[in-house]
């Protein structure tokens, strides 16, 4: 006969979990990474250096060079002079090129994953099971298009590289965004010089390795290291093309400084996304949507689901069964494989976060937070809930990018559209009910790019993903993303 199992009464699981921490052994850092320019590892001319950090304990891994102009103009030089002969490859000879980035990237799979959630602070089963087998699957989706471009596009001519792309990527999920930027633009036979995030450089060298050892031709991709000034550098370059991922300040400023430049420019930027809760929802599936929605990457996510909108009648049992789920969740050393919620990226980024947070309880909004020890080093944030929050509140319509939920509620359908699409974003949404004609009638009004219905933050290679709005415009994955990598006969879109 089994014992009745007594919860504490702050809902917290009855046990403890024993420690069981993924070892470091497996990575090998250097003291300092150079630019990888044409094939190799070169010193800025810049001379400058900055260090990279882990967030959970704030040491510093390495240092990384910072690219001044200069350093960028030489690094897209040395992606115009490979341009020719790479365009010029066999379409099946560049596949197996990128086959072997996906294949090596698999072999190295745990190395990546490891330093993955060392320099960026992500639970570690995340950069296992997520990050690093979908960046690898991008590389897999996309070497298949190289010899079947002609095939891709019926009606639109023939089908060419744009050229060299300046490509620019964000720090919360930095090898797979580098795999999103690298992968299509190498199929379809274009180089690139990438710019990865200040604060997370070191899978992306990594990469860089991977590069050399898939024995890429010199100069096919370059990696430049730096902050917002190298990223600006990388735009003003002799660039045919920017692909960019990051904030919608950035975003615009990117886009003004293209402009009349004849540069292609796709813009993947913020969000705030609605994730709704119908009445029929099944309950326990939409809380875990909803946790994961919000709390997957500490909400360090462009498409997190940080508007939960709920229909008034399920409210009451939707958030008693939220905060206990929050007691459950475990915040802390990411490299522990039974860790939720890891580190927040950046001392900035918390203080980011703590300067919203504070704005929803000084608005009028009620808190909730679950009770949990946080390290004493590094940068942390507890999983928070906010409920009486209206529309007007700045929680309800800046993104936050951290584990922050803020609650509304509805009455009818209309009133669901009205409030998601109340937002200058429209990069995703989620849909919960039981009622198929209902997602359906859902997803064709909401202005969002994604929207999913009884699940939430899914990706895979084969399925386009991209904004409305200020969050953004282009599409990357599936055909969609590959359709910016290329010009059709002499240079129409
Ligand atoms: P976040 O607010 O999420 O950190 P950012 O938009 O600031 O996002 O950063 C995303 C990427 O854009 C990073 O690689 C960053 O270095 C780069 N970046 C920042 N400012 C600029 C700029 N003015 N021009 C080009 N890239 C920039």
Known sequence: MSEAI????????????????????????????????????????????????????????????????????????????????????????????????ARQLQERAREFAVLESMNGGKPIKESRD?????AAAHFFYYAGWADKLEYAFPGRGTPEPVGVAGQIIPWNF????????????????????????????LTALLLAEVIQEAELPPGVVNIVTGAGE????????????????????????????????GKRLTLELGGKAANIVFEDAPIDQAV??????????????????????????????????LKDRLQTLRVGDPLDKNTDVGAINS?????????????????GAEIYQPECLLPERGF??????????????????????????????????????????????????GIWTEKGSRILHMAQRLRAGVVWANTFNRFDPASPFGGYKESGFGREGGLHGLEPYLTFDGGAP
Request: charged residues 25%; contains cysteine.
């Open 174 to 201: 930095p090898l797979l965004m580098a795999a999103w930027k690298l992968a299509p633009a190498l199929a379809a036979g274009n180089t690139a010089v990438l710019k990865p995030a200040e604060t997370t450089p």
């Open 230 to 261: 190298t990223g600006a550098a990388l735009v003003d370059a002799q660039v045919d093309k920017i692909a960019f991922t990051g904030s919608t300040e950035v975003g615009k400023i990117i886009r003004r400084s293209t402009a009349g430049s």
């Open 380 to 429: 942390w944030f507890r999983p928070t809930l906010f409920t009486g929050v209206s529309q007007s509140h700045r929680i309800a319509r800046e993104e936050i990018f951290g584990p922050v939920l803020s609650i509304l509620t509805f009455r009818t359908v209309d009133e669901a559209v009205e409030k998601a699409n109340n937002t200058p974003y429209g990069l995703s949404a």
């Open 130 to 134: 997520v990050d690093i087998p979908l």
């Open 288 to 321: 875990e949507g909803v946790i994961n929605g919000i709390f997957f990457n500490q909400g360090h996510v462009c498409c997190a689901g940080s508007r939960l909108l709920v229909q008034e009648p399920v409210f009451d049992a939707l958030l008693g069964k």
């Open 6 to 101: 007594e919860r504490p009464a702050s809902g917290a699981p009855p046990w403890e979990y024993a420690s069981a921490p993924e070892s470091t052994d497996i990575v090998r850092l250097d003291d300092r990474y150079g630019l990888f320019i044409g094939g190799e590892f070169v010193e800025p001319k810049s001379g400058k250096w900055f260090a990279t950090i882990s967030p959970s304990t704030e040491e510093t891994l390495a240092e990384v060079a910072e690219a001044d102009v200069t350093d960028v103009a030489l690094a897209v030089d040395a992606a115009r002079d490979a341009a020719p002969a790479w365009r010029g490859l066999a379409p099946a000879e560049r596949a197996k090129y990128v086959f072997r980035i």
């Open 347 to 363: 001392r900035a980024q918390l203080e980011k976060i703590e300067e919203l947070v504070e704005s929803g309880v000084g608005e």
